[in-house]
């Protein structure tokens, strides 16, 4: 696992992470700035103590010189005493040497053939024995000895020129020592000024070297000092004393920074320089072997402070590495930054076991959750006994848990309950489908007709109508739309159907059957619901159609062509008392009568355009020239061509069609009788001879002639009862026709409009007291006959039975 | 049509015969006006020679069990033929008179 996951996984650890990170930038950068600002202060001190030091040491070089030339000076004063004589002179060099231990040899070099005796440039020397304490008397000068010291251009005897006491350049001792000299000479007057003899005084430079090194600032600092010929007259590696030109050491290295040194400090500059080791190197590069220390002078940069000894024209310098000097400054950061690191290792560990067990009912939380998040409300959360933001975030998840549980239960119980509701609507809208003529073909033994109807709810439960039956040989139907939509619409629709089978059953003129139903749906009709409902009766022997309409689109008429079926609109069902008018027409076979809802027409596509009245006729017209018009085809087409035009778009209003399709085909009548009754029932043995004669020539056994005799005299006496009021006179007619289907008998009279069809059934079920005494007679008509059929044509009441053979 | 009544073993049997139709229910229902008195006896409609009986005999009939009833005396109809029956069977006036 990466590190980043690492971290995305546990704040923990990113908690931790962040911390040390952001405390290490810190304390890197701080310590930093500490080393720094300790860099500065120890520099400065360094700075300062080398500067002490220095001063140290030049005030104890001068010092020495000082009392060097002091004596000097002094036994000058009175060396007239002693140095006019060859001998005596000795005196003045034993005494002042024997004063100044600093002085390791005093000589006097007198001018050429000053004492005629000695001959040229006698020079008489009191020298320290070397390694010893006694003092050595000796004669340097002389012919012999080839050295003229006054008159050379030598460094002894420039205080011959300068006429003051002179510190000569740094030398080697030319004896076997070796040693490193400078000389002080001062020059000894005649009376007349003139100079006969120089009193020099040499001194062992060795003591310089211990005089800088006990004056060291640090024991691993090294010391220099350079002579102003630019030798070296204390250096570490003694190799270099006085045998190596400070500048073509310097150049040697190619070290451009060390030659800048030497020039500053040979200009008697005081100050300090920063620069690498090279400048100490021995004469062969290499660095000096010194036991004295366990500095690496090849690495790391160095400090040089130098400063002038002016009396002596030298300069000296100490050489601090500077990794010496930061030692601790760099120690005490290392130490500081070991121990600040282990503290930040201690914190974060600490730290990250902290947050680890502080966050650790989080995690126990999160199981408790994501077992929430299954569904089990029960599930127990951790037990945190804090009160800080988990405690509080604990508290939180337990407060959810108890109003999800109970959130879930009421959506439960509500989904229960509305489950419940829709499974009641579901009954509700089956209840209202099942009142609907749902068995197509319905009348499959007729061949006279064809229905087919369709009715697609928008919701479960729809306020659109459809129905029809057969009474008497006559097609009653009806095609309506309840206002508005949903459970409302559907009861005023079940009432509407309720109404309509109840008053059609003994009501055939439909705008009778509306005025009733119009009477009381009107009634305390406080919702304001309507009802638009074309109502037909289709007389099923002759095809004469009746219809009234309540305000409902009329039908087409798809016969020949395809039209628009012509009747008055009056107005909708349950608004107000009305007078409904009705229409007639002749219906041919093989017309189609289409009707429909506003929802077919109405039916609207995504972009609310609508099906309209010109889709649907140019449907029907192309339907018509397929030949395909019949109830169940131009249904199926219809709906084919609504579907395609919503494409998918949600149904906005119940959508319903009926088709009735009249085909009654014409046959030849094999047997046609008839007779004229007057409205007399002393005639009824007329009528039943000529019954008689009809069952006879068609071979009707005896039974059924007695059943043709009882449904005639019924069927006859009623008309003769009731078509003519008591007291009036007139005529009725029977005809007999049959052909090879059925038997057929019209009974027309002139009389009133009377339709024996439209009485109430008897209840053949009640006890003789209860049984009224009449009303029978239809009854018996209705067993007997397959078919009765009233309609009134031409002012005139005609009643056909019929029995099928 | 003609209607006959009679008294046998303290019965008033009423013989039919013919057609009972609605031109001869008047005077059928004149013959039978002897049952409207039948107190302590049971009526007998025997109807062995009754070849129709139309709405209109019906009636009568229904009259004579309506007058008899309240008086305690039974009706009772003989020699029906299975036409007749058929339509006594289609109006419940089976269920009304009881059949010897």
Known sequence: MSLSKKLNKSVAIRTTFIALLMSTIILVLFALWQSHQVRKVVVADVQRQASRSMDNAIGTIIDRLSSVETAVETASGYADIFAKDEKSCYQLLERLIKNNADISAVTLLYRDQYFPRQGSYYAPTVYREYGGTGLVTDEIGGPESNFCYLETDSNWIYTNKLRHGYWCLPYLDSMSTKRPMVTYSVPLYEPDSSIYAVLCADIDLNWVKKIMDSSKPYPYSRVSVVSRDQQFICHPDSSCILGVNVYEHARKKGDQKSIELIHRMLRW????????????????????????????????????????????????????????????????????????????????????????????????????????????????????????????????????????????????????????????????????????????????????????????????????????????????????????????????????????????????????????????????????????????????????????????????????????????????????????????????????IFLYTDGLTEAENASHGQFGEQRMLEVARQALADGRHNPDDLLGLMQDAVHQFVDGAEQSDDLTMLGVQYTKEQRAESLQRDITLTNDVQQVPQLAAFVDEVCEALGFDMSTTMQMNLALEEAVVNVMSYAYPAGTQGDVHIEAQANDVRLKFTITDSGVPFDPTAKEEIDTTLSAEERPVGGLGIFLVREMMDSINYERIDGKNVLTLRKKL | MKTTIQEQDGNLVAIFDGRLDTAAAPQCEQDLKPLMDCAGHDIVLDCTALDYISSSGLRLFLGVLKNAKPKGSHVYITGMNADLRNVFTMTGFINLFEFK
């Open chain 1, 269 to 592: 500059e005081r100050g300090s320089d920063t620069m690498n080791t090279s400048f100490w190197a021995g004469t062969d590069g290499s660095d000096i072997a010194d036991p004295d220390d366990d500095v690496d002078w090849d690495s790391g940069p160095v400090i040089v402070y130098f400063a002038p000894v002016g009396r002596v024209q030298w300069a000296v310098s100490f050489t601090i590495p500077e990794s010496k000097i930061l030692e601790g400054p760099n120690d005490l950061r290392n130490n500081m930054l070991l121990i600040s690191l282990f503290t930040l290792l201690m914190t974060a560990l600490v730290l990250f076991v902290v947050i680890h067990r502080q966050l650790r009912p989080l995690k126990d939380l999160a199981d408790s959750t994501r077992e929430l998040a299954k569904g089990h409300f029960d599930v127990p959360l951790p037990v945190i006994r804090r009160n800080d933001e988990i405690g509080r975030l604990r508290q939180a998840f337990a407060d959810m848990q108890t109003s999800l549980s109970h959130y879930v239960d009421e959506l439960q119980a509500t989904t229960a309950q509305k489950a419940s509701m829709e499974s009641e609507l579901n009954v509700a809208s089956s209840i209202q489908m099942s009142m609907l003529p749902k068995i197509f073909p319905p009348y499959p033994e007729r061949d006279d007709l064809e229905i087919y109807g369709r009715l697609t709810p928008a919701k479960a439960v729809g306020g659109d109508i459809y129905d029809f039956y057969i009474r008497d040989e006559k097609l009653f139907f009806c095609i309506g739309d309840v206002s508005g939509k949903g459970v409302p619409a559907a009861l005023v629709m079940v009432m509407t159907r309720a109404l309509f089978r109840t008053i059609s059953a003994h009501e055939a003129a439909p705008e009778r059957v509306l005025a009733q139903m119009n009477e009381t749906l009107s009634e305390q009709n406080e919702s304001n619901m309507f009802v638009t409902l074309f109502m037909g009766v289709l007389d099923l022997p002759t095809g004469r159609l009746r219809c009234s309409n309540a305000g409902h689109d009329a039908p087409l008429i798809v016969g020949e062509q395809v039209a628009v079926m012509k009747v008055d609109s009056n107005i909708p069902l349950g608004v107000m008392e009305w007078k409904y008018t009705a229409q007639e027409m002749l219906v041919q076979p093989q017309t189609t």
